[in-house]
């Protein structure tokens, strides 16, 4: 039930008339009976909305930016290789949310263009996604948008990226038609307004940072403004919206795996938001940003181990190409030798030796089998990669 605190405008419906691309039309009779009338949702427009949060929401949305805050000073000056880390962690659970899944392992090979492994390389577009939109993230605008969505599906169909969805979109019910869709976002040609205006809200700056950023992120996914990636592509908007807001200055903090934690929370206070109620989804934002500044602090301690244990066993001296590969192996913990060659720019069999020593101390271990295609892994980073992830699937 709304209440004072929480009042919001609901979407409303309009009637509209579904008629099947003539290709579908005609390839099955079930088709046919799909045709017709159906409602289509017309959300508010929230440029100029007046946002009241139920007053316990408010103040744990503004704890958890506070927590951001800290987490951020705290480590993001000092851990440089903890930022592409934790970036790939966000992307990671991110795509989780929508079923692409792919290890730790996996992800890094798709870095440096070492598997083909679809789910692998879908993360990896995101990874670029995100760079883009934090990069880009002080001109938050509907051009950028567009970009992120486009960097999304660089692997995927060309027709369907980098622009306003032509088409009419529904969520469940079947691919037959929106009849029976539990929800159907606007029609095609309203998400241009709609998508104008909720830059206009972001760009407002009397709001709480996180609440404005749950109420875009939750009106963003209502437009559903894309013909695919809808979620991915709001979920990186979201890291551009906490690096607009000055919440996250340097690192990346990884609230899709507190989104993870809890699904059926998430897509409950998305269907709360539509009806009426904005708490639920600040609630819920609150709650994936103190996971994961905990998670991620795991994370950090695990990889401080790591490097205590590396500097114990590396026993080549200071300055030479297998210590300087070391501090790479922290942010990109599988590699091949075009990686080393490029990186420490060195000639190939030198790269070979520097690798070769970081087997023999346990640093490194041969992951790839044929000799043309060689690659290596820093497992013990990989382990705790994963663990970051399990530790987001737990309560699933």
Do not use: K
């Amino acid at each position: 039930m709304t209440t004072p605190d929480d009042a919001w405008r609901p979407v409303s419906y309009e009637e509209r008339h579904w008629e099947p691309a003539s290709d579908v039309r005609d390839s099955a009779s079930a088709h046919v009976t799909a045709s017709g009338p159906y409602r289509a949702s017309v959300p508010p427009l929230i440029s100029a909305a007046e946002v009241r949060l139920d007053p316990l929401v408010a103040a744990l949305a503004t704890e958890a930016t506070a927590e951001l805050i800290r987490f951020d000073t705290e480590h993001g000056r000092a851990d440089a290789s903890i930022r592409p880390l934790l970036l790939r962690m966000e992307c990671t659970a991110s795509s989780a949310i929508e079923r692409v899944t792919a290890s730790a392992r996996s992800v890094m090979l798709a870095e440096i263009d070492e598997t083909q492994e679809p789910h692998a390389r879908q993360i990896v577009s995101h990874v670029r996604a995100d760079e883009l939109a934090l990069a880009a993230a002080g001109s938050f605008d509907e051009d950028l948008i567009v970009q992120v969505q486009r960097t999304l599906m660089a692997t995927s169909r060309p027709d369907r990226r980098g622009r306003w969805r032509d088409q009419q979109v529904w969520l469940g019910g079947g691919s037959m038609g929106p009849q029976r869709a539990p929800f159907v976002p606007p029609h095609q040609s309203r998400v241009a307004e709609l998508m104008a205006d909720l830059v206009a809200f972001v760009q407002r700056a009397d709001l709480p940072a996180l609440a404005q950023i749950a109420i875009a992120h939750a009106q963003y996914e209502t437009v559903h403004p894309f013909l695919e990636v809808n979620g991915r592509t709001g979920r990186a908007l979201m890291q551009a919206m906490l690096r607009r807001a000055d919440v996250t200055r340097t690192l990346t903090a990884p609230m899709s795996a507190g989104l993870l934690l809890d699904t059926a929370a998430y897509f409950d206070a998305l269907r709360h938001y539509r009806a009426g109620r904005i708490s639920p989804i600040v609630e819920v934002f609150a709650g994936a940003a103190q996971t994961a500044v905990a998670s991620s602090r795991v994370l950090i301690d695990d990889l401080a181990d790591i490097h205590r244990r590396w500097e114990s066993r590396v026993t080549a001296r200071q300055g030479s190409a297998a210590r300087r590969l070391v501090p790479l192996l922290e942010r990109q913990p599988v590699i091949n030798s075009r990686f080393a060659v490029q990186h420490l720019r060195v000639t190939a069999p030198n790269a070979q030796l520097a690798i070769d020593r970081l087997v023999t101390d346990g640093v490194l271990a041969q992951i790839g089998s044929t000799r043309r295609n060689r690659t290596w892994a820093a497992v013990e980073v990989l382990d705790a990669l994963d663990a970051f992830s399990e530790r987001s699937r737990r309560e699933r």
